[in-house]
Antibody
Framework: QVQLVQSGGGVVQPGRSLRLSCSGS????????VHWVRQAPGKGLQWVAV????????YYGDSVKGRFTISRDNSKNTLNLQMNSLRPEDTAVYYC?????????????WGQGALVTVSS | NFMLTQPHSVSESPGKTVTISCTGS????????VQWLQQRPGSAPTTVIS?????PSGVPDRFSGSIDTSSNSASLTISGLKTEDEADYYC???????????FGGGTKLTVL
């Protein structure tokens, strides 16, 4: 079955960096777009970024553009999110999620989530 | 930018039917598929409806989705409510103009 297993997360000071990873299994990882979605404590879901199946196309939400970088390594079935210049408002549970297909439009299978806390 | 609006909360009794709406802010909601997600407390979301009205395997047929272009809205209907259906429900679509995924604000369903 489709599985997305996340690693990373933790507590980081404002202005510092953190890297999240997500490993996919149970499907051909290189055939699907993959997203990052976050959820601040007690709040709703907020889309962060998506990367195309081949890594050529990347799109970001306005709140993270220029600070976060999404990447993937299809040889290792791995998705990454490099988060720089972190702010307290970036505090959230971050989910990696596989798209239904290749066209970025439906966030279908979800990882277990990783909590990122930005605090001094 | 395209936005999706949901009621903050709904409640209904076990065995009854409830419908959760998701209204698009502009343009046609039919331009891109709508998906519905269920999130129980402390858990990751799971998909209960994709492609406007398709149920993933394992999702009970008590869950159904639909699109109404006249009101520019999507709906999730849950019939024969069970206490286990109590959760937050999010609609999700795609904004073609900004090339971004859009989520509704979420609806808390209480079954009492």
């Amino acid at each position: 079955q489709v599985q997305l297993v996340q690693s990373g997360g933790g507590v980081v000071q404002p202005g510092r960096s953190l890297r999240l990873s997500c490993s996919g299994s149970g499907f051909r990882f290189s055939n699907y777009a993959v997203h990052w979605v976050r959820q601040a404590p007690g709040k709703g879901l907020q889309w962060v970024a998506v990367i195309s199946y081949d890594g050529r196309n990347k799109y970001y939400g306005d709140s993270v553009k220029g600070r976060f970088t999404i990447s993937r390594d299809n040889s290792k079935n791995t998705l990454n999110l490099q988060m720089n210049s972190l702010r307290p408002e970036d505090t959230a549970v971050y989910y990696c999620a596989r798209d239904l297909g290749y066209d970025y439009t439906q966030v279908y299978y979800w990882g277990q989530g990783a909590l990122v806390t930005v605090s001094s | 930018n395209f936005m999706l609006t949901q009621p903050h909360s709904v409640s209904e009794s076990p065995g009854k039917t409830v419908t959760i709406s998701c209204t698009g802010s502009s343009g046609s909601i039919a331009r891109s598929y709508v998906q519905w997600l269920q999130q129980r407390p402390g858990s990751a979301p799971t998909t209960v409806i994709s492609d406007d009205d398709q149920r993933p395997s394992g999702v009970p047929d008590r869950f159904s989705g639909s699109i109404d272009t006249s009101s520019n809205s999507a709906s999730l209907t849950i019939s024969g409510l069970k206490t286990e259906d109590e959760a937050d429900y999010y609609c999700q679509s795609y904004d073609l103009s900004s090339q971004s995924v859009v989520f509704g604000g979420g609806t808390k369903l209480t079954v009492l």
